[in-house]
């Protein structure tokens, strides 16, 4: 009898780095393929969207993305991950967080001695290897 498999969950620490040096998000890298293209299409997209259909796309992949931080308020206390601490974060440091986000999962992963078509390392990905950049 097999034993039950599922699906493993993979994530990566990145650190956001420059002037937020230090801050760093848990990214959830085994996303479903199809909402994570819903929620960058519509980012993609944005142009003459309004601003409340961006804002709600923008918190829904992050919804799916962010599994951990330790981003903290001006008072030093920790800032709670999801939606309400979303909303309550730096305009700066959401989107870059956004960004950092859609980087770590979007680099395409090769195994260790595998070269990849343009050269690059296991933990490199061109982006000519990524529809739309």
Known sequence: MLDKRTM???????D?????????ITVRKS????KLIDSLTVLENSDGQKSGEVIQAIF???????????????EGNPIVVGRDGF???????LMLT????????TTIPFQEGEISPN????????DDLIPGT
């Open 8 to 14: 493993p969950i993979r994530t990566a620490e990145v």
């Open 16 to 24: 956001l780095g420059g002037q937020w040096e230090g801050w760093t």
């Open 31 to 34: 996303v479903p393929f199809g």
């Open 60 to 74: 829904d992949l992050l919804d799916l993305l962010i599994v951990d931080w330790n981003y903290v308020d001006t």
């Open 87 to 93: 909303a309550s974060c730096d305009y700066e440091l």
């Open 98 to 105: 956004v960004r950092k986000a859609q980087e770590a999962v």
């Open 119 to 126: 050269g690059s390392t296991p933990t490199e990905c061109s």
